[in-house]
């Protein structure tokens, strides 16, 4: 479906003709699958010669307690459940490292109202909604280097300390 087209006079294409963009809407099936959670284990564990003992004691009771089939799936998947099995009780998973510290409600508030301000310039292209688009934009991106600048620092600030323990 064609959802919109537009000649383009400015550029220069040397030539008589004028540069044509087209915005074709395409509707695709999407298969949404649910991926699985995956596991971030505390591999720091491992370094301890008895959790590993530990480990590889659990790990082997349980393959030897299974029985083995003809179907190799079906194997595949009990040395994974054992292998699981084995690592949640003794390796255990780490949380989830949260990178962006300074991203929060406030500055999803902020971006989402500098994306409405954008797509009512867009489709009303007066003065004002690009005025308002603008004093939106300056003061989202404002917001953001703000945090970024106050994180920056206190992660300075504790190098500096770490460094003057050492």
Not at 6 to 24: A, E, Q, W
Not at 96 to 118: G, H, S
């Amino acid at each position: 479906m064609i959802e919109d087209v537009r000649t383009l006079r400015g550029p220069n294409c040397d030539s008589d003709h004028f540069l044509v963009k087209v915005i074709v809407k395409q509707k695709l099936i999407s298969t949404h699958q649910k991926l699985a959670e995956r596991l971030r284990w505390n591999t720091n564990n491992l370094q301890n010669p008895g959790k590993l003992e530990d480990y590889n004691k659990r790990l082997d009771d349980r393959l030897e307690t299974q029985k083995e089939t003809q179907n190799v799936e079906q194997d595949w998947q009990n040395i994974k459940t054992a292998i699981l099995e084995a690592a949640k009780e003794t390796i255990q998973t780490q949380p989830r490292i949260i990178y962006n510290e300074w991203w929060d409600e406030k500055c999803k508030e902020a971006i989402k109202e500098k994306n409405i301000a954008r797509k009512k310039c867009l489709q009303r292209r007066t003065r004002a909604t690009q005025e308002e688009h603008k004093k939106e934009k300056t003061y989202g991106n404002q917001d953001l280097q703000k945090k970024e600048e106050t994180l920056a620092e206190k992660q300075n600030k504790s190098n500096r300390k770490n460094s003057q323990k050492k």
